[in-house]
């Protein structure tokens, strides 16, 4: 059976007699977190309402100081999830792990995100001095850049197409991994291991 949400379920007990302390505790809990709910905060996390009830968002809401923390917030997001797509095909394709059947969304999605790869860059904001990310060499060599990007769209293209046609993968994935590893090597500085 599907979970009630927080209301339904409050409502449903509400007629009966409750009976026992403990009881009366989760629904005095229940209605304290509905109220709150409504405020959308409890302690400065914000609450999601849904239809599992009224959800507390531990790692909510985020504070950034400018708009700068906000462009390298979203870009190094939006980087994991060209890692993961690599390296859930990766799992399957070099290490053995029984998911074949994900392959192709995930090429399909690297393939995608690669056309928005130079939109990813086009904010100029390079990592604060003294830290790791991006480099400003991006938007100081920006046909270098460019070639970078170019290079990876095709790769991730010759990917998606081998998965269409069920041929071997090994090869195209190397050949993106390489993509990968040559724009980092010019353009990006790694954080401290
Ligand atoms: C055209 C250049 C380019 C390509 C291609 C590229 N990256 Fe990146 N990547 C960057 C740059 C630049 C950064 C640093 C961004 C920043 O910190 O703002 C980065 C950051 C990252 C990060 C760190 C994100 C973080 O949380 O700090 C990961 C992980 C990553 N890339 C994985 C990959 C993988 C995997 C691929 C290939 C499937 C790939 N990248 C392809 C340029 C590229």
Not at 72 to 84: D, E, K, N, P, T
């Amino acid at each position: 059976m599907p979970k009630k949400s927080a209301q339904a379920s409050l409502s449903a007990f509400l007629p009966l007699d409750l009976g026992g302390l403990f009881m009366r505790g989760i629904v005095a809990s229940l209605i304290l977190l509905g109220a709150l709910g409504a405020i959308g905060q409890v302690h400065g996390h914000e609450v999601v309402d849904g239809p599992f009830g009224a959800i507390v968002d531990h790692q909510k809401p985020f504070s950034f100081r400018s708009d700068d923390e906000r462009v390298r917030y979203a870009r190094q997001q939006q980087m994991r999830a060209f890692s993961a797509h690599f390296r859930t095909i990766e799992a399957s394709v070099k290490y053995g792990a029984p998911f074949d059947g994900l392959i192709a969304a995930n090429a399909a999605s690297l393939e995608n995100l690669g056309q928005g790869l130079a939109e990813l860059f086009r904010p100029e904001v390079p990592m604060e001095s003294g830290r790791h990310g991006a480099k400003s060499d991006i938007w100081s060599e920006p046909s270098r850049f460019a070639l970078h990007v170019k290079g990876f769209q095709a790769a991730a293209s010759n990917l998606r197409q081998a998965t269409n046609d069920r041929v071997p993968l090994a090869a195209p994935l190397q050949a993106m991994r390489h993509q990968c590893l040559a724009c980092h090597q010019s353009f990006r500085v790694f954080a401290p291991r």
